[in-house]
């Protein structure tokens, strides 16, 4: 049965976002430099269930997930194994593909790569500078984050530095839009000498180019909230003058494991090729799934276990006959507010029938 008009809506942190035909979505996608652990697809399979859900309320949704294909942190891992840093993206990003497919992860709408979007990146450039945004120091191309960015950011810093002070930027708070390159980084021609896009104008860049000035949902890691997705919005809304830029945000929680972020840098990953040997990828959507999107959370190998129980009383509950009819009204309602997906696994597993082949369906759980 069709959602009638009234439910064309979801509610993202305590605000109803009206949906029109196409919802569009930008997510944060890859720096294909390593392998995918739990805490990668934790966003991916959130975002991928968020669309899932506009797409319940009766919305075409279109996705765009962007390929990072340009990053001093690539480059460095490249010549660590000495690859041409592109060959050794493309490696990486399929094997990416290949776990999110295992892990019934739609595949995008739209999946553009940072080094196809270079000349839009030098365009946006100019609009910052011609507007008085930016300015043009020593072959590079700084966006004026002050006060577009709330003050004390600076000493939040970035994991790809485009927050380290430098003596070339007026404030602490600017960042490169188009940045010098070295001797062993990328580089293209542009009117300020050659150089590479910096990491925020990538993401705003392909985000105007593919989806427009303005998007309904922005999505990706709470780890990204900022800097990234700070810059992102306040480059576009600089450069376009549209405001906001996207009108609700999906920050899912970080994995922890012992109240440590799940990161390369400390070590301790678990990788998602690891969990497919000895789980199936349902239990591992549920394991994902099966909690507050904003909260971080730490992983614990019994908590797969548990989730693929409660898969199969989900199963179960999914092949009785009978069930009131409201039940599946109330599951829908449920995940269109705040993306409940709990609550809505709640009410499938007690009410069954077609309330549980909808929650099913709608996570892509079966």
């Known amino acids: 049965m069709a959602p009638s008009p009234a439910l064309r809506s979801v509610t993202l942190g305590g605000r109803e976002l009206p949906l029109i035909s196409p919802a569009r979505v930008y997510l944060c996608g890859i720096t294909p430099y390593d392998v995918t652990h739990l805490g990668h697809a934790a966003t991916f399979v959130w975002a991928d269930a968020a ?35 592109d060959e050794f993206a493309v490696t990486q990003e399929y094997l990416f593909e ?8 739609r595949r995008p709408t739209h999946a553009p790569r940072a080094r196809r979007y270079v000349d839009r ?80 104008a990538e993401c705003a860049a392909i985000a105007v180019s593919v989806l427009g000035a303005s998007v309904d949902l922005v ?6 909230a900022f800097p990234h997705h700070a810059y992102q919005a306040a480059i576009v809304e600089a450069a376009t003058g549209v405001r906001p830029f996207a009108r609700a945000r999906l920050a899912v929680g970080t994995v922890r494991i012992g109240g440590e972020k799940m990161a390369k840098s400390t070590g301790n990953l678990v990788l998602v090729g690891d969990l497919l040997r000895d789980h199936s990828p349902a239990a591992i959507r549920l394991l994902l799934l099966d909690r507050d999107w904003r909260q971080a959370w730490d992983y614990r190998p019994e ?3 548990a989730a693929a129980g409660r898969l199969e009383r989900l199963y179960s509950a999914g092949g009785r006959k009978t069930e009131p009819r409201s039940a599946a009204d109330a599951a829908r309602s449920t995940l269109l507010r705040e993306l409940d997906v709990p609550g809505a696994l709640d009410i499938a597993e007690e009410a069954g029938g077609e309330a549980a082949r909808l929650v099913l369906r709608t996570l ?3």
């Open 51 to 85: 669309t899932s859900i506009m797409r319940l309320a009766g919305v075409e949704v279109v996705v765009c997930r962007n390929v990072t294909d340009i990053d001093d942190v690539l480059t460095r891992a490249a010549a660590e194994r000495d690859r041409p840093y």
């Open 121 to 200: 990146v030098i365009q946006l450039a100019f609009a910052l500078l011609e507007s008085g945004h930016g300015y043009h120091r020593d072959g590079q191309v700084y966006f004026r984050g002050y006060p577009s960015i709330p003050g004390g950011a600076p000493a939040r810093g970035d994991e790809h530095g485009e927050l380290t002070p430098g003596p070339e930027r007026a404030e602490p708070y600017d960042v490169a839009v188009w940045r010098t390159s070295g001797p062993d980084d990328p580089a293209w021609p542009s009117p300020w000498g050659p150089g590479r896009p910096g990491w925020h």
């Open 98 to 105: 290949q776990d999110m497919l295992a892990l019934r992860v």
């Open 219 to 224: 999505a990706g890691g709470a780890d990204l």
């Open 364 to 366: 892509s759980l079966a």
């Open 303 to 305: 908590d797969l276990d």
